[in-house]
């Protein structure tokens, strides 16, 4: 009697605790490089990695029981790194080899981890990839402007030419040392 008191119920919480177990086990393995160690994404930054956008993102949300995002405390969207991962599957499965919605759910109940991910989107890796150049430079950038080398000789050929004693002084030197670029690195101009 309870079971027609309560028929979406019983469904849902046997659905849910099924594809937890699916879920975790291809989750767990990390086999989905995504560029960043980020944990939890907001609904544009899936609809990047995804390569689709966000009403589907939403729309397959409704579909499969595996996408459970959570909600912000400004109710947004914030995908775990799993749903990210098993969005990337659902997308591989409709996508590449065009199941429909019914087969693809079908597939992903026999198992998420047997489901091969789709790729991420090249323009979220070429974003990635130029945030870490970025970072890269930045710490570059602050290393040279640290160095109290004397840089601004080498920005200044006559204040070099000085420093070293003319032109006579710096024959001097490249006879008792070979090579004349140990001179510091130019620094550039701040124009």
Do not use: C
């Amino acid at each position: 009697m309870s079971a027609t008191r309560k028929p979406g119920a019983k469904p849902k919480t046997a659905r849910r605790g099924r594809t937890s177990k699916t879920a975790g086990a291809g989750a767990d393995d990390g086999d989905v490089e995504l560029g960043t160690d980020k944990l939890y994404f907001k609904i544009g930054e899936v609809a990047e990695i995804v390569d689709v956008a966000a009403h589907v993102l939403r729309y397959w949300e409704s579909e499969f029981s595996i996408i459970k995002p959570q909600k912000s405390r400004s109710q947004q969207r914030v995908y775990r790194r799993k749903d990210v991962e098993n969005l990337l599957r659902i997308k591989h499965l409709l996508y590449d080899r065009k199941f429909t919605i019914a087969g693809a759910r079908q597939e992903l109940r026999k198992g998420v981890a047997k489901v091969e991910p789709a790729p991420v989107s090249g323009l979220y890796r070429a974003r990635q990839s130029l945030a870490r150049v970025r970072e890269q430079l930045d710490l570059l950038a602050a290393a040279v402007r640290a160095d109290p080398e004397p840089a601004h000789l080498a920005s200044d050929p006559a204040a070099f030419m000085r420093s070293v004693g003319g032109a006579r002084g710096l024959l001097e030197a490249e006879a008792a040392n070979p090579s004349i670029l140990d001179r510091p690195e130019r620094r550039p101009s701040s124009d």
